[in-house]
């Protein structure tokens, strides 16, 4: 079964030939390698590069064990490599190279040679490609599937995808099991022993129960206002244990370098502003999060919150949560203030909307209630409310567009109309 991955190939090859790495980031298993080796090969090869001009490397494969050693795989690209036309080389799980960085410089003197590669390592985050290249990577970001990306694989309809999608998640290999007691054992046994098993390794954890309990906590309290001080004192005073705000924010700095969880930043939207703390984390996959917590409080208000979220990231926007200000008089008769909030800020360039996400809005109060926050923001910029229960899309008397969920989801201009 091939998924189409059409978001990240028009990505890839709109940056075909730019004298940069191509860098594929992302989580494990969220399909960088099928992106690379099948999609983006198999374009190639319809484009009409020759076979042999295309060179494949898979680090972690055992049998291509002796080319991590660089004095082994350099020496191999250039016996292949000539001065007839273009090779693109495709290389994944490229940290297990050694010296890699000075390997991928060297190839990138090479005039004829267009450089991909994937890695899961921490290293390569987008800052660290910056410094590693010193301004020669190009990083395309990946995510699990997209809901309209799972629905071209799922055998049903789209209120039974939704069940799916929210509970399980959307890592392409939740397709190999078909049945739920096999999706629950394989995403419990991937993020204890691939993903947090990594994690706890490669930072060197000695305090695991810790680590365990701060993911249990973050897994609990998707799309909550939360910091490191506000962990620190949960933890204190509901576990009965010390550990610092500094070793929390080290934790969930690791959690967001594995991918697993995502960072939106408070930002006053009248003032122009970012507020430092505290911030909310959304899980890249849900169905990581639901396993964390045994399938436990899946609740759909603030799982679709969690799946918007995503959608927005994949879409390539800027997403951080509003903060509005209103001044009001109190009860008696005084001036106060309070802090109003918006879901989602969203900004790609010169493009700004904003976008409350209610799962249900059955009358004209609660609608009220969902839009004042986005009528105080004071400008022309696009508002939007993603329900589950609108029927069709349609703009309001105050000019804010209210759709559906699936409609924002399955047509990706949905934001543009």
């Not at 071209?152 to 799916?164: F, I, L, Q």
């Not at 991937?190 to 810790?210: C, F, P, Q």
């Not at 909030?341 to 360039?349: A, H, L, P, S």
Request: charged share 25%.
């Amino acid at each position: 079964m091939q998924i189409p991955r059409n978001i990240y190939l028009d990505r890839l090859i709109r940056k075909k030939q730019n004298h940069l790495v191509k860098v594929v980031t992302g989580m494990r298993r969220c399909g960088k390698s099928y992106l690379l080796f099948e999609l983006f090969k198999q374009h190639l090869l319809e484009e009409g590069v020759p076979e042999d001009h295309i060179i494949e490397m898979v680090f972690d494969a055992f049998e291509n064990r002796q080319y991590c050693n660089p004095d082994v795989f350099f020496p191999y690209l250039m016996d292949r490599i000539s001065a007839d036309g273009e090779y693109y080389i495709l290389l994944d799980e490229v940290q297990l190279l050694g010296e890699f960085e000075a390997v991928l410089n060297s190839l990138l003197r090479r005039k004829n040679v267009d450089i991909y590669v994937t890695g899961s390592n921490a290293r390569f985050l987008s800052k660290d490609v910056i410094t590693e290249f010193r301004g020669r990577g190009d990083e395309i970001h990946m995510y699990p599937l997209s809901f309209a990306e799972y629905m071209t694989a799922y055998d049903g309809s789209v209120s039974d995808a939704w069940k799916d999608f929210v509970v399980y998640g959307s890592l392409p290999m939740i397709f190999d099991f078909p049945i739920a007691e096999d999706k629950t054992v394989f995403l419990k046994a991937l993020l204890d022993e691939t993903y947090l098993s990594d994690i706890v390794g490669r930072h060197k954890i000695r305090n695991k129960a810790e680590f365990s309990e701060l993911v249990n906590i973050l897994s609990s309290a998707v799309g909550s206002l939360t910091n490191p001080a506000k962990l620190s004192s949960t933890f204190h005073s509901v576990k009965k244990k010390t550990i610092s705000p500094a070793t929390i924010q080290n934790y969930i700095d690791y959690l967001c370098d594995a991918f697993l969880i995502d960072k939106a930043i408070r930002y006053d939207v009248k003032g122009k502003r970012y507020i430092d703390t505290p911030s909310k984390y959304y899980f890249t996959d849900l169905g990581l999060r639901n396993a964390r917590l045994n399938f436990r409080q899946i609740e759909e208000t603030h799982a679709m919150e969690n799946v918007i979220f995503n959608e927005l990231k994949i879409r390539g926007w800027s997403v951080d949560v509003g903060v509005i200000t209103q001044n009001f008089k109190n009860t008696n008769g005084n001036g106060a203030r309070r802090q109003l909030e918006i879901d989602f800020v969203c900004n790609k360039g010169s493009k700004r909307c904003y976008i409350q996400s209610a799962f249900a809005m059955p009358d004209t109060e609660k609608e009220e209630q969902e839009q004042r926050s986005l009528l105080l923001t004071g400008d022309f910029f696009k508002k939007i409310i993603i329900t589950k229960d609108t029927p069709a899309p349609h703009y309001n008397d105050n000019g804010v567009l209210i759709m559906n969920v699936f409609d924002f989801l399955l047509d990706a201009e949905s934001l543009e109309k």
